[in-house]
């Protein structure tokens, strides 16, 4: 499977020291027994449990390792600024000041406010100055003169795609964007926005830092360079500083010990030290929310925060739901998450929708999937046919040109074992799990490597993409299963009967596998290629089995809607 691609430009991380601390106790904050805290803007997305108790308990996390693959993202993360910053200031030197980043974080902070002074054109690496009062601190990475108003324009960098490549044609918005070296913001036909709440929270928090000393620009705008570095995507923050307010404000009471908080199950809670590790002598997350027989483990998310408003805290409640559906429900059928709590509570991994089950089945069938290492490329396509695993890759250091050539010989040996089956009359399917990342790199790859031998052309992919003949195991799944524990591989090719030869498999742990792999810290670890291999081939045979366990006996041995009906 592939690698995460997330990065950490605006949510919550976990550090020896976290983003957001408890310093002391004192009442020179107003609030008897507060904690003075500050909190910078990755704290404004994600859990606030988990915000509250790296305040409290600072020291419990203190020693745990971090995930190498969160640890590879933030590396890079930072090497992509060093990029933007390198390539900015180099094109018009005289009009940047750079903090130097070596600087305490005082000596920033007062670099930062003498540059704004001074009335710089450009800074890199500005850091504001904490506000004791409000608890806010943070920093931007651009920092840009606004010549027409006065004030400065904050700019953050960030690791992640911030817009879509959009065909000109007729929209109800376009967004506003500006060139890298000059400001001049205008509606933009060529891309689509890729929302980021993130960012725009980060702006915000950055905009009211600049607002204190009298530096924001009152043109109310921020930017965004992204991943690819080819303009700077303009935020209006006239609509986004309301809810800025109400966000931070309540973060920083959660911060300061002034408001509870509770655990509840969230797609944060996956990479989260706090799920499985309690602070003194308190049960961990999942431990509290097991005893608690919490509504979020089977309701993750805003769908807990539904069921809470009406009165349903814990699963067995919500097994017990008589009567119709509440009326702001807009997760899918209700009856079916009443009977995910059903089955829970009976131990039953699945639940079938219907009283048979089927897959897509072909005279000649393929099984594929792929490796990626963050944004930087697919090193690995590996395919299975006829019981035989054939991986196409290259072990150059993404990104590598090299890329190109094993991305056109996986595509070149597919079509060619698709024709083969056309041409002796038989029909073809190829197969993979949650189609999302395989769709993005075949479209990425026939872009990035066009005109290369054997890469195919963007409707050559789409026409294969778009056909019945390529088929999302990850949907024959959706459509006919109710899921209780997770719908991802691992979770339901065990239920099959399939096991992973490797017990860390998994996509954080093969970027870590991958650098080691091709040298990035250190010499080339050749077991590493092995162990990648056997982890991309234990993929392709699950969803092998995963198939024909579908196909023969899944009627049989999963429980159906009935067995849980009202």
């Not at 008897?32 to 305040?55: K, M, P, Y």
């Not at 005109?451 to 963007?458: A, D, E």
Request: charged share 30%; glycine share 8%.
């Amino acid at each position: 499977m592939r690698a995460a691609e997330d990065d950490f430009d605006g949510g919550p991380v976990h550090r020896p020291a976290p983003a957001s601390a408890a310093l002391d106790r004192g009442t020179d904050t107003g609030v008897a027994e507060s904690r003075i805290a500050f909190l910078d803007a990755r704290s404004l997305i994600g859990c606030r449990h988990r915000l509250r108790l790296d305040a409290e308990h600072p020291g419990t996390i203190a020693e745990v390792r971090e995930d190498p693959g969160v640890q590879q993202r933030r590396e890079a993360a930072a090497a992509h600024r060093l990029k933007v910053r390198d390539e900015l200031v180099a094109a018009a030197p005289a009009e940047w000041v750079v903090v130097d980043p070596r600087l305490r974080a005082g000596e920033k902070a007062a670099a930062t406010m003498a540059a704004m002074e001074a009335g710089a054109a450009r800074i890199w690496g500005g850091l504001l100055p904490q506000e004791p009062d409000t608890g806010r601190r943070g920093g931007a990475e651009f920092l840009l003169r606004d010549d027409d108003r006065g004030g400065f324009i904050p700019i953050i960098v960030v690791n992640h795609k911030v817009t879509d490549p959009r065909r000109p044609d007729p929209a109800d918005f376009h967004p506003l964007t500006s060139e890298l070296f000059r400001w001049q913001p205008r509606r933009d036909k060529h891309v689509k926005l890729r929302p980021q709440p993130r960012d725009q929270q980060r702006l915000a928090h950055l905009y009211r830092m600049l607002q204190r000393h009298g530096m924001a620009s009152p043109a109310l705008l921020g930017g965004a360079i992204g991943l690819a570095f080819d303009r700077i995507l303009v935020h209006d923050l006239t609509n986004v500083l309301a809810d800025y307010d109400q966000r931070y404000g309540d973060r920083i009471a959660v911060v300061r010990g002034e408001l509870p908080t509770q655990p509840s199950k969230v797609p944060e809670c996956r990479q989260c030290p706090w799920w499985v590790r309690g602070a003194d002598g308190a049960p961990s997350c999942e431990g509290q929310l097991a005893l608690m027989r919490d509504v979020s483990l089977v309701a993750p998310g805003s769908r807990a925060d539904v069921l809470r408003v009406h009165g349903v805290q814990t699963v067995d409640e919500l097994a017990a739901w008589t009567g119709d559906d509440p009326e702001d429900w807009q997760h899918g059928p209700f009856s079916e998450t009443v009977v995910t709590a059903r089955a829970w509570i009976e131990g039953a991994p699945l639940v079938r929708r219907f009283d048979t089950v089927s897959v897509r089945r072909a005279d000649v069938e393929v099984d594929v999937d792929l490796e990626s290492y963050q944004e930087d490329g697919a090193y690995l396509w590996g395919t299975l046919l006829d019981d035989v695993y054939r991986p196409f890759v290259t072990w150059d250091p993404l990104p590598t040109e090299d890329e190109g050539r094993s991305f056109g010989e996986f595509w070149t040996w597919l079509m060619g074992v698709r024709a083969e089956a056309h041409a002796a009359g038989k029909t073809f399917a190829a197969y993979c799990y949650s189609r999302t990342a395989e769709d993005k790199w075949l479209y990425e790859s026939a872009r990035r490597f066009a005109g290369r031998p054997g890469v195919p052309t963007h409707e050559q992919v789409r026409a294969f993409v778009d056909s019945p003949e390529w088929v999302d195991m990850f949907q024959a799944v959706t459509d006919q299963f109710i899921c209780p524990n997770g719908k991802g591989l691992k979770k339901i090719a065990p239920v099959a009967g399939f096991a992973w030869r490797d017990p860390e498999a998994g996509g954080e742990a093969s970027m870590g596998w991958y650098r080691r792999a091709v040298g990035y810290d250190a010499e080339s670890d050749l077991s590493q290629r092995t162990r990648l291999f056997e982890y991309n081939e234990d993929d392709v045979r699950a969803t092998q089995v995963l198939r024909g366990w579908m196909t023969e006996r899944a009627a049989d041995e999963v429980p159906s809607l009935a067995d849980f009906g009202r």
